[in-house]
C-alpha cells in the first residue's frame, strides 16, 4: 500500500461561498489541477497544484486565495501526466463519430446554403377561432444565416471543412436568445459555435481549441458572450488556447447584457 506524505505548504483554496463556477481559473492552471464539480471549482488533486496562484486574477468572484495546509507535496511530474491524459482524453472525444447516443445522425457536419429572406405573408383568413379570424400580415421573416452543422461546441471537430479560413464566432448559448437579430446582425458570412461554459467540460473546450487554432488557419474570432459571471470563461479559455496554440489571431470579445444590448469589451462590437 502506498503511503501518502503530507507536508505544511502553500496551496489554492476555493472560497464555495463566492465560487459561481463560472470556470474563468481553470484555462490559467497549466497543472490541470482545477476542474468544475457540481457546479464548482475544485482541486483535482493536491499534488497537482504547485501554490504558485497563477489562476488567482482569473476568478472574477475573487474566490481564490493561497493558503498554507497540510498537503500532498506538488508533483510535477504527475501533473503533466494528468495534463497529457485529459488532452487525450478530449482528442479522443473529439474524434469519436458524430452521432447522437440514440444512433440518429443529428449531428453529421455539413456545410449548407444561408436561405434567402421570405417575403411578408399575405392576409389571410384563419379557420381557427381562437386566432382571432383574419390575421394581419406577418412581418418580413429573417432568413437564417447558419451555414453548416453542428453548431454546438463540443459536436464540431477541430479539423472540420468549415472552419478552414473562416470568420468564427463563440457564443455562450443564451447570448443569441437574448440578442435580437443575432442572424443578419452576427451570423452573417460567418461560422459558429455555441456552449455553455458553467454546464459543459471547459478542458475539452480548452484542448479542441487548442488544436483547431494550430490546425484551421481561422482569420479571426469574435467571442459572444452574457454579462453574467458564469460566462466570462468562455472568453478566458478562447485567448488561452490561442496563447497555446501560438495563434496570432485577433480576438474581439463581445458582451451581451440580459436585456439584448451589446457592451464593447476589447474591440469595437458589431454594429
Known amino acids: 500500500m502506498t503511503v501518502t506524505t503530507k507536508i505544511v505548504r502553500k496551496i489554492v483554496e476555493i472560497d464555495e461561498e463566492k465560487c459561481d463556477g463560472c470556470g474563468a481559473c481553470i484555462p490559467s492552471c497549466a497543472e490541470g489541477a482545477l476542474a468544475i464539480v457540481e ?32 498537503a500532498e507535496d506538488f508533483d510535477e511530474t504527475a ?41 411578408p405573408a399575405a392576409k389571410t383568413s384563419s379557420p381557427c377561432a381562437c386566432m382571432g379570424g383574419d390575421e394581419e400580415a406577418a412581418p ?6 447558419l451555414s453548416h452543422w453542428p453548431v454546438k461546441i463540443k459536436l464540431v471537430p477541430p479539423h472540420a471543412p468549415f472552419l478552414r479560413g473562416a470568420e468564427l ?16 446582425n452576427v451570423l452573417a458570412g460567418k461560422v459558429v459555435m455555441i456552449g455553455c461554459p458553467k454546464f459543459d467540460d471547459v478542458d475539452a473546450y480548452l484542448a479542441k481549441f487548442q488544436e483547431m487554432f494550430a490546425v484551421s488557419g481561422v482569420r479571426s474570432v469574435t467571442v459572444l458572450r452574457m454579462e453574467v459571471p458564469c460566462c466570462t470563461g468562455l472568453s478566458g479559455l478562447v485567448h488561452e488556447a490561442a496563447r497555446r496554440a501560438g495563434s496570432g489571431v485577433p480576438i474581439k470579445d463581445v458582451v451581451i447584457t440580459r436585456n439584448g444590448d451589446m457592451v464593447r469589451h476589447n474591440e469595437t462590437p458589431f454594429a
Do not use: W
Open 79 to 119: 501533473a503533466h501526466a494528468h495534463v497529457a491524459r485529459m488532452k487525450a482524453e478530449a482528442e479522443m472525444r473529439a474524434a469519436r463519430p458524430a452521432t447522437l447516443g440514440c444512433g440518429c445522425p443529428g449531428s453529421a457536419m455539413m456545410s449548407m446554403q444561408p436561405r434567402a429572406a421570405k417575403a
Open 169 to 184: 464566432v463563440v457564443a455562450a448559448d443564451c447570448a443569441p436568445v437574448a440578442l435580437a437579430g443575432f442572424n443578419p
Open 39 to 70: 457546479g464548482k471549482a475544485r482541486i483535482v488533486k493536491d499534488l497537482y497544484c504547485d501554490g504558485l496562484g497563477a489562476c488567482l486574477g482569473a476568478c472574477p468572484r475573487d474566490a481564490l486565495k493561497i493558503v498554507e495546509r497540510e
Open 140 to 145: 418580413e421573416a429573417q432568413a437564417s444565416a
